[in-house]
Each structure stands twice: as C-alpha cells, then as structure tokens.
C-alpha cells in the first residue's frame, strides 16, 4: 500500500466523517434510527425464508442433498456477493446499495415458493443471496458512518435489531401459518412490508460523500494486499465456525447427549439466540466503558467457559446455561470486527466490510460440517469441544490483532 494511497484514503474519510458531524443530532439520530429499521427488516427477512425451509423441501420433493444444494445456492450467492461489490458500494453509497440489496432480497423471498421447478428455485435462492450479502455489507457500512457521525459505539445494538427481527419473523411466521396462511402467501406479505419499511427509512440515511475516483482502483487493491483485514477476516471465520456450529448442532447436542425431551431441545437454541440478542444490546456500553479488544477478550472468554460447561456436565439446567453464556460471549464478535474492517487505512469501508464479512461467511458453512465430521469419527462432544478451542483461539488472537490496529 502507497503512503499517497493510504493518505487520499484516509482525505476521502476524513471529508465524510466531516461532513457528516456537520449534520444536525436530530439528522445523525434519525439515520440511526433508520438503519436499525433496516437491520430489523434484513433479520426479519432471512428468518422468514429460513421457517420455509422445510415447505420447500416438501414442495419440490427434495432428497436431503438437493436440499442441502439449495441452501448452499443461497451462501453461494452471498459470498459472489462480497468478493465483487464492495468497490460499487463504496462508490455508489450506502443509501442505493441498501435500496439495490433491499429490494433484490424482498423480490426473491417473494418468488421462493412460486418457482416453478428446482433449477428456477436455485437461481431465485443464489440472487436471494446476492441481495442479502449488498444489503449486508451496506447496511453495516451505514452503521459505523452513524456511529462515527454520533460519536459512540451503536454496532453492538444495531446487531442485536438484526437478532430480534430474526426472531421477530420466525414468531410471526410460526403463527401465520399455524392459523392456515398459504406459506407464499406468508413470504409475499413478509416482502411488502419490508419494502415499505426500506423506502420510507432510506430518505433518512446519512448522504453519501462521493470518494475520489483516482483511487478506487488502489482501494480495491489494497483490499487483497491489507494484512490487517485477512486478520481481521480470519478471527471472524473462527468466531462462525463457532456461531454457525451452535446454530446446527445446539439441539442435536441436547437431545442424543444430554437426552433431553424435544421441547427442552428445541429451547437450547432459544437459549443461544436469546444470549445473543442480550449481548448485543450491551455490547455497545462495554466497548464505549472498556474498549474493543477488552470486550473481545471478555466475550471470547465467556463463551468458552459456557462450552465447557456444557461438555463437562451434560444436564439440561448445565447445559442450558453454558448455551446462554455461549450467545453472550459470541454476540459481539461481528459487530466488533465489523467496525474495526471500516478503519483499515487504505481500503474504504465497504470493501473492507465485504472482505471480511466473505471471510466469515467461509466459517459459517464450513463451521457445522466441521463439528459434524469430527463428530462423526468420535462422538459429538469431542466434535463441540472445537467450538471451545476456536473461542480460546479468538481470546489469544484478536484483542492483539486489535490493538496493533488502535480499534
């Protein structure tokens, strides 16, 4: 990376940062009430699909590796997503980002259940990732502008809006369709009102400060090159490879080890979400109180000792418990280094967001196969005790990685 590189970059961040303190607080305050709007509506909508899982397996017939080929359509999408749209981002602004990665999203959770054949469905599943991966990656990059605009830490909340918007889809669709509403019908609604709350929250966006155009091309350059970003990448896959072994194999875990009821089972995922979504609402008072590396450390180490609780005394009380400790240590991981990818020097912050988001993406699909596979050639507590060696890792690695970047 060129020092001038580096020195227009951070000219370029200096001037929105600026432009944006300039703002009145009522403006600043509205553009963070508008992205937790949208963080609320990106939960809401993935959780929606994800209650239709199963409708679309009986739908078109699916053997379980069909099945796992859709889902692997929609993750497929996500990651194209944040390997190519990054630097357009970056030009065009959070605001038409969001609009183009909203509205993709809210049409293909529309046609999901209307596609009229397997391979139709895989192309509306891989842009329904496409979608859901800009809107990601935009809408976090609207965050850390708002929270630099305010002046204190909001990832960690607008994080924990995704959280219950995620819940708040699964609930409602849950009870839509136990009082008999068609699942498309669930899933077109569901659409609708996200692209009205998407529209009537975009005016009150923070405006976008247009980067120099000389640069764009050394950003996306220096994205490849930045040690501190596949850093940063690289704790992110690690803490998914974690999150994403809990979110499969919480229940398992409960119900063959812990031999648990099914209503038991089931609640050990709530357990974990209900964690996460709790730490996330204080994760922004901790950060602002102690520091990001300080609340890295802190989380890493709590979700440790909550898996170990849950591997050395196998009883529902126990392992309930060390699943809630679990969602409370994992809860801050990604906004933390979230916002720590948008101050990488040289990069702009809405490619440093899709490197490292892609990066995390990897750990998150490999994450259950992983604990599966270890499972699979000993038993599944041995397999979960990797979720325990990755939360020891990130305690070790990141608040380091962090420091040396003064996050």
Same mark, same amino acid.
């Not at 990755?390 to 070790?396: K, N, R, S, Y």
């Given at each position: 990376?060129?020092?001038?590189?580096?020195?227009?970059?951070?000219?370029?961040?200096?001037?929105?940062?600026?432009?944006? &303190?300039?703002?009145?607080?009522?403006? &600043?305050? +509205?553009?963070?009430?508008?992205?937790?709007?949208?963080?609320?509506?990106?939960?809401?909508?993935?959780?929606?699909?994800?209650?239709?899982?199963?409708?679309?397996?009986?739908?078109?017939?699916?053997?379980?590796?069909?099945?796992?080929?859709?889902?692997?359509?929609v993750a497929g999408g996500s990651i194209f997503a944040m390997l190519t749209t990054g630097s357009w981002i970056a030009r065009a602004g959070t605001r038409a980002a969001c609009l183009a990665g909203g509205i993709t999203m809210t049409i293909c959770c529309a046609l999901i259940l209307v596609a009229p054949s397997y391979w139709m469905l895989l192309a509306v599943l891989a842009v329904f990732g496409f979608g859901m991966a800009t809107l990601d990656v935009a809408m976090n990059a609207e965050?850390?502008?708002?929270?630099?605009?305010?002046? +204190?830490?909001?990832?960690?909340?607008?994080?924990?809006?995704?959280?219950?918007?995620?819940?708040?889809?699964?609930?409602? $669709?849950?009870?839509?369709?136990?009082?008999?509403?068609?699942?498309?019908?669930?899933?077109?609604?569901?659409?609708?009102?996200?692209?009205?709350?998407?529209?009537?929250?975009?005016?009150?966006v923070l405006p976008h400060v247009p980067h120099h155009d000389a640069h764009a091309k050394a950003s996306s350059s220096n994205r490849w090159r930045s040690s501190a970003l596949w850093a940063l990448g690289g704790v992110a896959l690690i803490a998914l490879i974690a999150e994403g072994a809990m979110?499969?194999?919480a229940t398992v875990y409960m119900r063959d080890v812990v031999l648990a009821s099914p209503a038991l089972s089931s609640a050990a995922y709530a357990a974990f979400t209900g964690g996460m979504a709790a730490g996330r609402f204080g994760g922004d008072f901790v950060r602002a109180r102690f520091g990001a590396p300080q609340l890295v450390f802190g989380s890493a180490a709590l979700a440790f000792v909550g898996m170990l609780m849950a591997l050395?005394?196998?009883?529902?009380?126990?392992?309930?418990?060390?699943?809630?400790?679990?969602?409370?240590?994992?809860?801050?991981?990604?906004?933390?280094?979230?916002?720590?990818?948008?101050?990488?020097?040289?990069?702009?912050?809405?490619?440093?967001?899709?490197?490292?988001?892609?990066?995390?993406?990897? $750990?998150?699909?490999?994450?259950?196969?992983?604990?599966?596979?270890?499972?699979?050639?000993?038993?599944?507590?041995?397999?979960?005790?990797?979720?325990?060696?990755?939360?020891?890792?990130?305690?070790?690695?990141?608040?380091?990685?962090? +420091? +040396?970047?003064?996050?």
């Open positions: 990376m060129s020092e001038s590189t580096s020195a227009s970059s951070s000219i370029d961040h200096n001037a929105s940062l600026a432009a944006h &303190r300039k703002l009145p607080l009522a403006a &600043r305050e +509205r553009a963070r009430y508008a992205t937790m709007a949208v963080f609320f509506i990106a939960g809401m909508l993935y959780a929606s699909w994800g209650v239709h899982v199963p409708t679309v397996r009986d739908k078109f017939a699916l053997s379980p590796g069909m099945l796992s080929f859709a889902l692997l359509a965050a850390s502008a708002v929270e630099q605009a305010l002046g +204190r830490p909001i990832m960690s909340s607008l994080h924990g809006m995704f959280s219950i918007g995620g819940m708040a889809g699964a609930a409602a $669709g849950g009870a839509l369709l136990a009082h008999g509403m068609a699942p498309a019908v669930h899933l077109a609604l569901a659409a609708v009102a996200s692209v009205i709350v998407i529209l009537i929250s975009m005016p009150a979110y499969d194999w050395l005394l196998p009883n529902p009380i126990a392992t309930m418990t060390g699943f809630t400790l679990m969602g409370l240590g994992l809860a801050n991981m990604m906004p933390v280094l979230f916002a720590a990818a948008t101050h990488v020097k040289g990069v702009s912050a809405a490619e440093g967001l899709a490197q490292v988001a892609g990066l995390a993406y990897f $750990g998150l699909l490999i994450g259950p196969v992983l604990i599966g596979g270890v499972a699979q050639v000993s038993t599944l507590p041995i397999g979960l005790s990797v979720v325990a060696a990755c939360c020891a890792l990130i305690a070790l690695v990141a608040p380091r990685i962090l +420091r +040396r970047l003064k996050i």
